[in-house]
């Protein structure tokens, strides 16, 4: 079974600053990795994923990815936050070949400082 | 198109009481997945139906049952109401099961919150 561990359940950050959300993923086999984002009072949104290929994942609005292997981490990164990023973020890991089924971390929630 | 919607937004429910959560999936999925969310916590996979047939459960008692129609909505019961089973519960949908991540598909609405006094 796949289990997801988010060490923080908050992070502040100051706007323009970069920020960090670690992630860290246990599996006896290969899997599909995400990040999710909710907003207040919004469903979640697919922000990036890892299915294969390069480690590096990339989304739409300046986040990243990196999966590593050997660490079993998805740690996900922003060089400059903005306030709108202010969110709870998910991670999530599915067995590969299998990903009808998303096993969620318990979330940081971010938040930005003026 | 209006995406996955769910009703109703918000309810509040006794303990012992049955309830159900209405889940209409975006037009052209015909699959529908359940979750909820505890305060604090991530999103627990319930079940998922397709073909008007539960296909997978989580770790969920048998009070927590489900229906898909013909139109592919669903809905979620939940019986014998515990003061525990306040959360949001989440409903997502996709066109088809087993290619979630390569198809990124997965939608989720906004959920139901339910409160369990």
């Known amino acids: 079974a796949q289990s997801v561990t988010q060490l923080d359940s908050q992070v502040p950050v100051f706007e323009e600053a970069p920020v960090e959300l670690r992630c860290n993923y246990s599996s006896s086999v290969s899997v599909y990795l995400f990040w999710y984002v909710q907003y207040p009072n919004q469903g979640l949104q697919l922000l990036l994923k890892?299915?294969?290929?390069?480690?590096l994942v990339e989304s739409i609005n300046g986040f990243e990815a990196e999966f590593n292997k050997s660490q079993t981490s998805f740690h996900l990164r922003k060089p400059s936050v903005h306030i709108s990023d202010t969110a709870e973020y998910f991670c999530a890991v599915s067995e590969w070949g299998r990903d009808d089924k998303i096993i969620f971390g318990k979330g940081t929630r971010l938040h930005i400082l003026p | 198109d209006a995406g996955v919607t769910q009703s109703p937004t918000h309810l509040i429910k006794t303990r012992g009481q049955q309830v159900t959560l209405r889940c209409s999936p975006k037009s052209g999925h015909d699959t529908v997945s359940w979750y909820q969310q505890a305060l604090g916590q991530g999103p627990q996979f319930i079940f998922q139906?397709?073909?008007?047939?539960?296909?997978q459960r989580g770790n969920f008692p048998d009070r927590f049952s489900g229906h898909q129609f013909p139109n592919y909505s669903s809905e979620l019961n939940v019986n014998a109401l515990l003061l525990g089973d306040s959360a949001l519960y989440l409903c997502?949908?996709?066109?088809?099961?087993?290619?979630?991540?390569?198809?990124?598909?997965?939608?989720f609405g906004s959920g139901t919150q339910l409160s369990v006094l």
């Open positions: 997502a949908s996709s066109p088809d099961r087993g290619h979630l991540a390569t198809n990124e598909k997965l939608f």
């Open positions: 139906y397709y073909e008007e047939e539960e296909r």
């Open positions: 890892y299915l294969s290929g390069s480690t």
